[in-house]
Every structure is written in C-alpha cells, then in structure tokens.
C-alpha cells in the first residue's frame, strides 16, 4: 500500500507558522484582510468561498466579501477591484473565476494590484512564476502541490515529474516552479502521445487534467510519488480525483487522496499569502 500524502498534517503546519505571524502584524496594529470577490451564485464558488471564510476567521484573517451580479458590466468588476487596490485593510484578494463569458476575464485579472494578488491571477504574477522572480504571489494550487512535496521530503532535484494538464492556474506554473527546485520536468496534456508510458516512466507524476478518475493502474509504476490535484464528481456525484485510487494506491510509493489531499492545502497557502501581502506593506 502507498503512503498516503494526506493534506492535514501540511495544513496544521501552515496554520502555526501563520498563527505567530498574524499575531506579530497585530502587535503592530495591522490585521490582515481578505477580500474575496464573487460574480453570481455558483455552487462551487459558495463552496469554496464558505471553507476560506471558515479557514480566515480560525486564523484571525478578516473577511470582506464582495457579491456582484451575474450581469454585472466589465466597468461594473473593474470598479469592485479599484476598490480592493484602494483599501488599505485589504492585503489580499481571491476572485472567483471564471467570470461570465462576456466579461474580458484576463483584463480584469491585470487589474488587481500585484501585491493584492494571492492567487497568482494576473499577468505580472504569472510571469514571476516563470522568470524565477520573487515578486508578486503564485498560483495556490501549484504552490499547495510544492507544500505538499517538501512537507513529505519528497526530493525534487534531478527527479522526473511528469505533469499532466498545461493550464496556466495549475500545469504550467508548478512545471516552472518544480524546474526552479532542479526537477527535470515533462509537462503532458490531450495531445500527448503514449502518455501512460511517458507516466510510468516518471518519478513524481502530478495529474491536474480534470477528468474524474481517469489515470488508471497502466499510467503508474512502482515508488513513484503521485499528487492528484483534480476535484472532480463521478456519475454518482461522488467527489473523486483524476486518479483511480483504489487502482492505483497498492501499486505506487505514496499518493494524495481526494477528498483531504491538494484541495485542502490550497486554502491554507491562500491565508499564507494573505499573511506574507500584509508582512510585505510593513516592509515596503
Ligand atoms: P483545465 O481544464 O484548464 O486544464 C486541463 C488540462 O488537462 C489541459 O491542459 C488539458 O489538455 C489536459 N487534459 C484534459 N484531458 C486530458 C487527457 N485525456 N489527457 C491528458 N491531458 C488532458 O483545468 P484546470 O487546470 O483548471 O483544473 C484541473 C483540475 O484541477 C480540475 O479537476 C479542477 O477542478 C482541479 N482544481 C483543483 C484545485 C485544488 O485546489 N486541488 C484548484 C483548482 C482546480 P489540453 O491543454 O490539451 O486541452
């Protein structure tokens, strides 16, 4: 049986490393915020939105949301994050994407201040990720699989990663990020030839396609490390992962389940950045 990279341990770590962190800002009367910005009432937008109130208010984060309509105008989104670029109390903010489809989603996410950017959304950000640069945040999600793999002492360095799925919230950015670490890294997608041999041969494979249980026991080979970023639903409207877990977990060295794995450590690395946004103004 593998090891199973659960995300809680990795979760408690990060809420004590914040834990002396907010209480340092408080001593010097800031206390962080976080802004989380919502077009419409999708079901898994509210979701998440409920787990990071949740997760904010345990560490002593401050909430401030923001709902608009789902027939807001780009003028009428853009304003909502003037707003958040001009709020001192707020250091940090989360948009719930995508936006609607007549919105130019891409201009409003290079609206949002650099600084203000804890998810990684904007050009500016995206491209630190990719210049090896420290400035500005990435995407959580690729930083929550990073985490996760040092959490585990899994070694990066001249290890084979195989990424699957090139987006630019997930596969791209933690490509880049695990090729600053020394990784020698693969990044597959829909067009990939022979993509379960190029799988197999891979030390660490990190699947973030979105196609519920999809990676089966011919794509895995023994003591490889896997990390299942998907959060899909089975036809049973069960939560399950990209990967085949009951397939694959007795063949592989460790895996991250779904539920409990990446997804739950991609909320934590979000108050983290909120935390380091609100260290960064005391600094600046
Ligand atoms: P996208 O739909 O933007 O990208 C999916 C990627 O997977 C694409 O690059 C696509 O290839 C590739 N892909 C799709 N089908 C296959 C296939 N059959 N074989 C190989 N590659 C394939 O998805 P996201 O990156 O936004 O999300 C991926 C998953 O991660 C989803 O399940 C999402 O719910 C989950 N997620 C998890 C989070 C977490 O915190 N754990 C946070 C955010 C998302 P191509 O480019 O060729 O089309």
Known sequence: MAKRLAGKPVVEKIAE???????????????????????????DDLSYERTAEKRAESLGIEVRKTVLDEGVSQAGIEAAIDEVNGDESIHGCLMFRPLPSDINEQAVCDALATEKDIDGISSAALAAVFMDR???????????????????????????????????????????????????????HSRTKDLAAVMRAADIVVCATG????????????????????????????????????EVEPIVGAITPVPGGIGSVTTSV??????????????A
Not at 143 to 159: I, N, Q
């Open 270 to 283: 979000l108050m983290a950045h909120v935390v380091e946004a609100a260290e960064r103004t005391t600094s």
């Open 17 to 43: 490393e914040i834990g002396g962190r907010v209480a340092s800002l408080a001593d010097k009367g800031i206390v962080c915020g976080l802004s989380l910005l919502r077009v419409g009432e999708r079901p």
């Open 211 to 246: 196609r519920a249980r999809m990676f089966k026991a011919e794509c895995f080979s023994p003591d490889q490390v896997v990390l299942d970023v998907g959060i899909n639903f089975d036809e049973a409207g069960k939560l399950c992962g990209d990967v085949d877990f009951d």
């Open 134 to 188: 420290d400035f500005g945040f990435a995407p959580c999600t690729a930083a929550a699989c990073m985490r996760v793999l040092d959490y585990y002492d899994v070694p990066l360095e001249g290890a084979h990663v195989v990424v699957v799925g090139r987006s630019l919230v997930i596969g791209k950015p933690i490509a880049m990020m695990l090729l600053r670490r020394n990784a020698t890294v693969t990044l597959c």
